[in-house]
């Protein structure tokens, strides 16, 4: 049974920093890339940022870039999304997906076939 549980949000000020975690489980870990999305009240999910599965290579969103940053840990089954600096735009429900097996790290959403059931960032201004 595959599973990606994510953990780590709550409610911050602006400028502060949360880090999120998703645990995975189900199949092996360091063979498939990882991405981060969210989804905010009345928007479509949007890409935040995605790590491989193979050279550890990340991307990000023009509008996370240099305040956020994704990392894996292939022992622990775990990827992280480390978000400072937030603003209020941020706020959302962040979710973690899984790619196919040795899928690219990309934007596309649909190159995921597995998602965790999200948590809640709130930034307060």
């Known amino acids: 049974q595959i599973q990606l549980v994510e953990s780590g949000g709550g409610l911050v000020q602006a400028g502060g920093s949360l880090r999120l975690s998703c645990a995975a489980s189900?199949?092996?870990?360091?063979?498939?890339?990882m991405g981060w999305f969210r989804q905010a009240p009345g928007k479509e999910r949007e890409f935040v940022a995605a790590?491989?599965?193979?050279?550890?290579?990340?991307y990000y969103a023009a509008s996370v870039k240099g305040r956020f940053t994704v990392s894996r840990d292939n022992a622990k089954n775990t990827v992280y999304l480390q978000m400072n600096s937030l603003k209020p735009e941020d706020t959302a429900v962040y979710y973690c997906?899984?790619?196919?097996?040795?899928?690219?790290?990309?934007?596309?959403?649909?190159?995921?076939?597995?998602w965790g059931q999200g948590t809640q960032v709130t930034v307060s201004s």
């Open positions: 997906a899984q790619s196919k097996l040795w899928g690219r790290a990309t934007h596309r959403g649909n190159e995921y076939d597995y």
């Open positions: 790590i491989s599965w193979y050279n550890d290579s990340t």
């Open positions: 189900g199949r092996t870990f360091s063979n498939y890339a």
